[in-house]
């Protein structure tokens, strides 16, 4: 299967560093994906992890550790517009255009 | 536009009422991708297309849900004879090509009353 779990809610402060941790079951692993949505708004691309290690791009960071079945989305330097809710998505074993998203990281940054 | 373009952004539809949702992907994108999202959760698969082709339409809840693309660009997501439980918004994605990052419209609204 492709289960995944990342946890429903967080919330940090402006200007703060947080982690959103994913963890998946698949037999067939083909990378995995971190997506960006805000509320009503379509979700946007931020990364794609395939090797182990970790893969930074400005204040975002994603890391995979693929023995483990585990990733996480670094978010440093926190501001507002950051509040969002965070995908953690993998393609399926068998198909790599067919993307399995879990329920998403609702991040809410507080003044 | 540069992006997927999604139309209408809203819809209400009576229950039984059949609908049509179109999306524009991103010009000379293979592939398109059909997702829904129910309220707090992430996109479900319905759909997808390599052109003209439906390679994979194993996510379509019911019989009552028909996508085509007939020309390899322009994608309709028709339901006919809706329910309650088709409430939720529709997604679009295009991609260059296959296992390329999939880039997203921004969703048609769809409430069945």
């Known amino acids: 299967g492709q289960n995944i779990d990342q946890p429903t809610e967080m919330t940090a402060t402006e200007g703060a560093i947080v982690q959103i941790n994913c963890t998946y079951q698949?037999?067939?692993?083909?990378?995995l994906f971190w997506y960006q949505q805000h509320a009503g708004e379509a979700p946007t691309f931020l990364s794609y992890?395939?090797?182990?290690g970790l893969e930074e791009k400005g204040r975002f960071s994603s890391f995979l550790s693929r023995s483990k079945g585990y990733s996480y989305l670094l978010l440093k330097e926190l501001q507002m517009k950051d509040s969002a809710s965070y995908l953690c998505?993998?393609?399926?074993?068998?198909?790599?255009?067919?993307?399995?998203f879990g329920t998403g990281t609702r991040l809410q940054v507080f003044p | 536009g540069a992006g997927v373009s999604q139309s209408p952004r809203y819809k209400v539809a009576k229950r039984g009422q059949d609908v049509a949702l179109r999306c524009d992907p991103i010009?000379?994108?293979?592939?398109l991708f059909w997702y829904q999202q129910a309220l707090g959760q992430g996109p479900e698969f319905l759909t997808y297309?390599?052109?003209?082709?439906?390679?994979?339409k194993s996510g379509l809840p019911s019989d009552r849900f028909f996508a085509e693309r007939p020309e390899g660009s322009v994608s309709t997501l028709k339901i006919q004879r809706t329910q309650q439980e088709d409430s939720a918004v529709y997604l679009c994605?295009?991609?260059?090509?296959?296992?390329?990052?999939?880039?997203f419209g921004d969703g048609t609204r769809l409430s069945i009353l």
């Open positions: 994605a295009s991609s260059p090509d296959s296992g390329r990052p999939q880039h």
């Open positions: 992890n395939v090797l182990d």
């Open positions: 297309f390599q052109n003209e082709a439906q390679l994979d």
């Open positions: 010009s000379g994108h293979v592939s």
């Open positions: 998505v993998t393609p399926t074993s068998y198909n790599t255009d067919k993307l399995i």
């Open positions: 698949t037999s067939g692993f083909n990378g």
